[in-house]
């Protein structure tokens, strides 16, 4: 295939996944063998946002391949070897705060008052229905120890990026008549419902991650379009730490 490219600026590859190398997991219907090829010019796609300077390739075992040229020395980074480790993550609402409080800053300085229906919502969930949340926390990651890692494998999908689909996805509804104009206050619990909604729906594929001064992109894509092996579906996004 020729080097993907965006128009004529030809995409650097970020990374390659060997799926027949990663451990199976439930929910994260990776292929089971083939190689994930991630291309992305980070500076034009944060500046962009577009998704068109990202591209996912897959390649199935047994395809007929030949070595292809790069375009640039600068399209190809310095081949590492690398080691991967299973871990454990919760949805953002789920994770655990600090030690002396039982909540995330998902929830901090919000009193009751401040919280939003789906919010109020959330909470009487984690309260009443979820007693023994924190034994459950426990349990996962002491099955599966979290640790630092330069680029993450599936997971839930960034809460940036879950934000911003889901922004997208309202005003759309609301453009093509398909739900009725949200009135400016109730938009935040809007949001937030659709956010909830669509972590379940969306999911990340590959992720970077942050560094100071650096960039770093994440790939999220649909459950359904990942089972299907249509990775050219995932939207990247890509961002640069900076103060």
């Known amino acids: ?22 451990p199976r997991v439930d929910g994260f219907d990776l292929p089971a063998d083939g190689t ?5 010019n980070q500076e034009m796609d944060q500046e962009d946002g577009s998704g068109r300077y990202a591209r996912v ?22 081949q590492l070897d690398v080691g ?51 034994e459950l926390r426990a349990l996962a990651h002491d099955l599966w120890p979290s640790g630092a890692a330069g680029v993450v494998i599936g997971g839930y999908a960034d809460d940036e ?23 400016i206050a109730q938009w935040p619990s809007r949001l937030e419902e659709e956010k909830h909604r669509l972590t379940s729906e969306w999911m990340s594929l590959a ?19 990942l089972a299907a092996a249509r990775v050219d579906k995932a939207l990247a996004v890509t961002r640069f730490e900076a103060p």
């Not at 994930?36 to 992305?40: D, M, P, Y």
């Open 1 to 22: 295939m020729k080097w993907p490219s965006a128009g004529d600026i030809p995409l650097p590859l970020l990374l390659s996944v060997d799926c027949g190398a990663l």
């Open 36 to 40: 994930l090829l991630f291309f992305v």
């Open 57 to 78: 390739v897959y390649v199935p075992d047994g395809t007929d391949t030949a070595v292809a040229e790069a375009p640039s020395s600068a399209c190809v980074r310095e």
């Open 84 to 134: 991967a480790v299973l871990g454990a993550e919760l949805p953002l609402w789920l994770q655990e705060g600090d030690e002396d409080e039982d909540w995330h800053e998902f929830w901090e300085d919000l009193d009751w008052e401040d919280m939003s229906p789906f919010q109020q919502k959330l909470f009487r969930y984690m309260e009443h229905d979820l007693p023994h949340l924190n």
């Open 161 to 183: 990026v879950i934000n911003s689909i889901a922004e997208q996805t309202l005003a759309g509804r609301e453009k093509a008549g398909k739900i009725p104009a949200i009135p």
């Open 207 to 225: 992720r970077e991650a942050r560094v100071y001064e650096e960039y770093c992109t994440s790939f999220v894509i649909r459950h359904d379009d």
